[in-house]
């Protein structure tokens, strides 16, 4: 794992040391085209659970997610043995971007992936 350049103190450090891991729910679907498609399961919102609204508007009991090769390539390494920072690393190192590209970049993607219930971010604590 290569240094990250410039300074390592700030709110960065936290989430560069913490640990994305896949959401073990959720049924993954396998394209020829080395994409991946994720489904994660959802929860019917207590407005659909009542008339008239719960017969008009349909509820999918699943969403798909379905990544990009990059984003495959991310979600794959979300084992939650590598930190963000190895994933920022190895993307850097595979597209030849800059730290800060890569960071921008993986960072950006982990956001939607959690937003999208596909991932969880793991932190440690501080002692």
């Known amino acids: 794992m290569s240094s990250t350049p410039g300074n390592t103190d700030g709110p960065w450090l936290g989430l560069l040391s913490s640990r994305p891991v896949r959401n ?11 994409r991946v498609a994720v489904y994660v399961r959802q929860k019917r919102p207590w ?14 009991r699943e969403r798909r ?31 030849g971007l800059t730290f800060h590209e890569s960071r921008a970049a993986v960072t950006g993607y982990l956001k939607l992936l959690t937003e999208r219930g596909v991932i969880a971010i793991v932190t440690q604590e501080e002692p």
């Open 65 to 95: 997610a379905l990544l990009d090769r990059v984003g495959t390539r991310l979600w794959r390494m979300c084992d939650g043995e590598r930190t963000v920072l190895e994933l920022v690393d190895s993307i850097r190192g595979h597209y």
């Open 24 to 34: 073990a729910s959720a049924r993954v679907m396998e394209h020829k085209d080395d």
């Open 47 to 60: 407005f659909l659970k009542v008339p008239p609204l719960s017969w008009i508007v349909p509820f999918k």
